[in-house]
């Protein structure tokens, strides 16, 4: 099995800054794309950044030019480098990676458990 373990949500003022982390331990062969969700209360989970392997990156246009994501391969880490924050951004922020088990498997999905991110002055 595989586990997402995240990390470094909290309690931020607008404006303010915050990085998550999200590491990736267990059965792993390879690691395809890492992604950051979140879900506000009342809402749907939103994708809002995807990572490749090769370093290739997509942002929700809400997080543009705000949020930067990245992954360090030899620890099987991603990350969310959360800058300007607002109000809005508050939710509960998901990772997901696509693990490949190994050489030949097909990628499978995997979910973190979550962590709290709350901008409030």
């Known amino acids: 099995q595989v586990q997402l373990v995240e990390s470094g949500g909290g309690l931020v003022q607008p404006g303010g800054s915050l990085r998550l982390s999200c590491a990736a331990s267990?059965?792993?062969?390879?690691?395809?794309?890492m992604s950051w969700y979140r879900q506000a209360p009342g809402k749907q989970r939103d994708l809002v950044a995807v990572?490749?392997?090769?370093?290739?990156?997509y942002y929700a246009d809400s997080v543009k030019g705000r949020f930067t994501i990245s992954r360090d391969n030899a620890k099987n880490t991603v990350y969310l480098q959360m800058s300007s924050l607002k109000p809005e951004d508050t939710a509960i922020y998901y990772c997901?990676?696509?693990?490949?088990?190994?050489?030949?498997?097909?990628?499978?999905?995997?979910w973190g458990q979550g962590t709290q991110v709350t901008v409030s002055s």
């Open positions: 997901n990676a696509r693990v490949v088990y190994e050489l030949g498997a097909p990628p499978a999905g995997f």
């Open positions: 267990g059965r792993i062969f390879a690691i395809n794309a």
């Open positions: 990572i490749s392997s090769g370093g290739s990156t």
